[in-house]
């Protein structure tokens, strides 16, 4: 009936959005937006997109941008992909929103079908969730909950290790790494966890058993009061670009099954295919009690997380007194994400990504390799579509935003960290025009220093 109504409107009668200049814009987001991480009304860049298609961001002032982010590690198709965009009208004729509560609709049906599929045969259950920070709230509520119903109440600790980053809501900081700059100012408000060093063997490197002494006795002296053992597999993501040896993850599940503890992997930022395997766990051979989605998992359209546990964890939490899990968010399981979800994956699955990931690989590990010659970089690491250059001091985000624009790339570094984790479909042209402005901005960091 509405849609009938508008289409019977004349066009001088349907409201369309005004449009601003460029100078309106940047003021009021000035004066009034919070950005990630940012001061409020701060003078860094921030430069307004009017477009993106493929790997680049088109901005109003007409410049294009090769973009090396995927905004942050999600568009992993690239912007406009007409199967995700087509996914998405299509559900928008008949809902773009119902609530979870009571009810449920075949798009959700349909991603949970393509997440089993995908997923070890032991992960049964599944939980829709809104982001990936809430992904991980679920996932530690989720182990908390099982130990109660097993009658094991002062299971409430969590193990994990250095280095890690989980998110910002509380649950998710508190077993991120507590010392590093991101949260270490809400020390007060979050409990304290139990945390190892983080694993030191490096991916391609030989293994040595003594990396994972501490986590053992860690867990071996907390066990009664460990509700779970929480890690990013393989990679550890914005607390620091770290890649570590597969072996730690299956002396952690062979400890987990000893002392009877779930483990949480947290894919959110490794899933679906950015380190080589559609999921970093594959490295390892091994499999979670329970595993975090999220990014790459609507292809980078919209926000939506899953949680994915084993039949017996959802059954006995099932059969605790409270009777149910006690979360559900208002917005959980929304049918327009599911539906673009379920065509991301499918899109991933029938497309080359393998030999995308691998040839991504191989142009940064040759064009970021000059970067070792510099006095300013510590190290350089690539792992499938993650290229890393570490420095040895913390960079100038601002000016080196500003210096990546006038090179045409969109890279975003933080702390010491100048990286790349490009869309799969990035041309190799592109990709090397990436690793160069990488290259020549360790060369000005190289020459600020000296100076």
Not at 229 to 238: L, M, N, S
Request: glycine share 8%.
């Amino acid at each position: 009936m509405i849609t009938k109504y508008l289409k019977a409107l004349p066009q001088s009668e349907i409201r369309h959005p005004q449009v601003m200049n460029s100078k309106a814009i940047q003021d009021f987001d000035r004066r009034h937006l919070w950005h990630p991480y940012t001061a409020l009304g701060n003078n860094d860049p921030v430069f307004i997109v009017e477009s993106a298609e493929g790997c680049r961001l088109k901005l109003k002032n007409g410049r294009e941008l090769i973009d090396g982010m995927a905004s942050w590690w999600c568009a992993i198709h690239g912007y406009s992909n007409p199967i995700l965009e087509r996914a998405m009208k299509d559900q928008i004729d008949h809902t773009p929103h119902v609530m979870f509560g009571g009810l449920t609709h075949e798009p959700a049906v349909r991603l949970g079908r393509t997440l089993i599929d995908i997923m070890p045969k032991s992960l049964q259950a599944i939980f829709y969730a809104d982001s990936g920070s809430v992904a991980v709230e679920v996932a530690l509520k989720m182990a908390v909950q099982y130990h109660q119903a097993k009658g094991h109440e002062k299971r409430t600790k969590f193990v994990t290790v250095r280095g890690g980053y989980h998110g910002d809501t509380c649950g998710a900081m508190a077993i991120s790494d507590p010392e590093n700059g991101m949260h270490s100012m809400f020390r007060g408000m979050i409990n304290r966890h139990l945390y190892a060093p983080r694993p030191e063997c490096r991916f391609h490197e030989s293994w040595n058993q003594s990396d994972c002494h501490v986590i053992e006795n860690l867990i071996a002296t907390h066990q009664q009061e460990v509700a779970a053992v929480i890690i990013e597999p393989i990679v550890q993501g914005a607390g620091g670009m770290w890649f570590y040896h597969p072996e730690y993850l299956r002396h952690l599940r062979q400890m987990c099954n000893e002392y009877g503890l779930p483990l949480i992997f947290d894919e959110i930022a490794t899933g679906f295919g950015r380190t080589g395997r559609l999921f970093a766990m594959e490295h390892a051979a091994i499999t979670p009690d329970i595993i975090c989605l999220g990014k790459a998992l609507t292809g980078g359209t919209m926000s939506m997380a899953a949680v994915i546990t084993t039949r017996d964890i959802a059954q006995t939490i099932s059969e605790s007194p409270a009777g149910v899990f006690m979360h559900g968010p208002t917005f959980m399981g929304n049918p327009l994400a599911c539906a673009v979800a379920d065509a991301s994956i499918n899109l991933l699955l029938e497309s080359s990504w393998q030999q995308q990931i691998n040839a991504i690989e191989q142009i940064m590990r040759e064009g970021l390799e000059p970067a070792r010659q510099s006095s300013a970089v510590l190290d350089v690491r690539i792992l499938g579509a993650i290229g890393v250059i570490e420095t040895h001091s913390p960079v100038d985000q601002a000016l080196l935003c500003r210096v990546f624009v006038e090179r045409g790339v969109w890279i975003r570094p933080f702390g010491r960290l100048i990286y790349i984790m490009p869309p799969y479909i990035i041309e190799a042209e592109d990709l090397y025009t990436l690793c160069h402005a990488m290259v020549e901005s360790v060369e000005l960091i190289r020459r600020s220093n000296a100076r």
